[in-house]
């Protein structure tokens, strides 16, 4: 059998249907069914067709034979592809938050004033539902835009839906009721459905399991920086007071900023090890080498239905779609400076405490969902009077973050199957939209 890190709970495969579907993605002369925890009532797998191979199989044949890569020639590989890849991350995760909490830079109490209120004539509950609007188009969107990043290539994918968020967001301004802008925000929410998914399954392309979850938190961060810097770049670009009303400079400007973003992801962001230009032939060799560790295969374009069945089988999957609908609760619901600095060192530190101790992963998990129930329960308990207790308790929310982001390491490291693999991030992000639907409900206009 081979050898599979396992994090607790969540093993390596989790049993990838071993006695019924087996796995045929091949890489590097494995297959998928091979870091499967076997089974002796496992059938024998079958000749393996051109639709069952990994897209990036044929470079790995061509260099069939030579020598492995020594550590220090695949640690120079790992900073090529980590000056390439992460940069984009980082840029595109951190626009696409502000671009999504736009509305939340003009509204209330500075809606009135700059003008968005009596632009659009928006009433009662029509904020919070402006916020919910959108993850009803990103749940819509989770299953196709899975779909379609099977088929396609995933570096021009992410780059066209980057340019896609920049164009509807500069067009805010030409809303002028609740329906023009509710239209607006569900199909910013429709594009921006791959963004999550797609990063997720750049991880395991690129990154062994051990360096994922330190890259993981390292563009997911962007969360905590969007939430300290965002309402403060909201603030001083509405106060352009020349030429149109100022709520509409926010969308323009972060529009703006997107669609450059995705233009450039377009051209840098690679969509496999085996056509990146950045690397030389020897080069690409050893980054299909090595995340063949991973014994999951680095990407298959075609649709595997059994892995379906297998993803809606597994009790695991609902563990993580329940986990991802509570902690987006609050996540919907919870903006502030401080509270963007904790979310920003929790997500870090718990990159770096899984990246140093491998198989902690699913501790830290439970250690920050705990805490985020202890604020959530302090909230709820402590007198009105208790200022700065239901603030530290407000604070302490912030640590869902870390275990939602948690979550998005076990698919990308733990999940064999690309079909599957895909099926349950698309899975994971419905619950995230059920949550973020649920919180902005939770304010009234009272």
């Not at 969107?141 to 099977?150: C, N, S, T, Y």
């Not at 991973?294 to 075609?302: D, E, L």
């Not at 060192?345 to 491998?358: D, I, N, Y």
Request: proline fraction near 4%; aromatic fraction near 12%.
């Amino acid at each position: 059998m081979a050898n599979i890190p396992q994090d607790h709970a969540f093993a390596a495969v989790t049993n990838d249907a071993v006695s019924s579907n087996q796995i045929n993605e091949k890489v590097a002369g494995k297959t998928d069914a091979a870091m499967a925890l076997s089974s002796p009532d496992s059938p024998e797998l079958s000749s393996t067709g051109s639709s069952d191979l990994d897209d990036n199989y044929n470079l790995y044949k061509q260099h069939e034979g030579e020598a492995p890569a020594d550590a220090t020639e695949a640690k120079k590989v790992l900073r090529k592809i980590d000056w390439r890849v992460m940069p984009v991350l980082f840029t595109l995760y951190l626009l696409q938050y502000l671009d999504k909490n736009g509305l939340n830079y003009v509204c209330c109490p500075r809606a009135s004033a700059w003008g968005l209120q009596d632009d659009l004539n928006l009433v009662g509950q029509q904020y919070s539902w402006l916020g919910s609007i959108f993850y009803f188009g990103y749940l819509i969107a989770q299953f196709p835009a899975g779909w379609l990043m099977q088929r396609l290539p995933v570096g021009k994918f992410l780059g066209l839906t980057g340019v896609s968020w920049g164009v509807i967001l500069m067009l805010t301004p030409a809303c002028y009721n609740f329906a023009g802008i509710a239209a607006n925000r569900f199909m910013l929410g429709l594009v921006e459905a791959a963004v999550n998914p797609g990063f997720v399954l750049v991880m395991s392309i690129w990154y062994t399991a051990q360096e994922q979850p330190l890259r993981l938190e390292i563009y997911y961060c962007t969360n905590g920086i969007a939430t300290m810097f965002g309402g403060l770049l909201g603030y001083a670009i509405g106060h352009i007071t020349t030429g149109l009303a100022r709520w509409m400079y926010v969308f323009i400007i972060f529009g703006a900023m997107s669609l450059v973003a995705g233009l450039a992801t377009l051209l840098v962001l690679p969509d496999l090890p085996s056509t990146a230009k950045f690397l030389n032939q020897r080069e690409r060799a050893v980054a299909v080498e090595r995340v063949a560790a991973n014994r999951q295969g680095v990407k298959n374009h075609n649709f595997k239905i059994d892995q379906v069945w297998q993803t809606l089988a597994d009790p695991k999957t609902w563990i993580l779609f329940v986990l991802a609908v509570s902690a987006q609760v609050p996540n919907a619901a919870i903006t502030s400076i401080p509270g963007g600095f904790v979310q920003f060192a929790a997500l870090l530190g718990g990159g770096f405490v899984c990246s140093k101790w491998p198989n902690s992963r699913c501790p830290t998990m439970i250690v920050a969902n705990l805490i985020c129930i202890a604020g959530a329960g302090m909230l709820v308990g402590l007198p009105d009077d208790n200022k700065w207790g239901r603030l530290v308790a407000l604070w302490l929310c912030y640590f869902q973050g870390l275990g939602f982001s948690m979550s998005l390491t076990m698919i990308s490291s733990n999940i064999s199957g690309y079909t599957k693999k895909q099926f349950t991030a698309a899975l994971l992000f419905t619950g995230y939209c059920v949550g973020n639907i649920i919180g902005p409900q939770t304010f009234k206009d009272s």
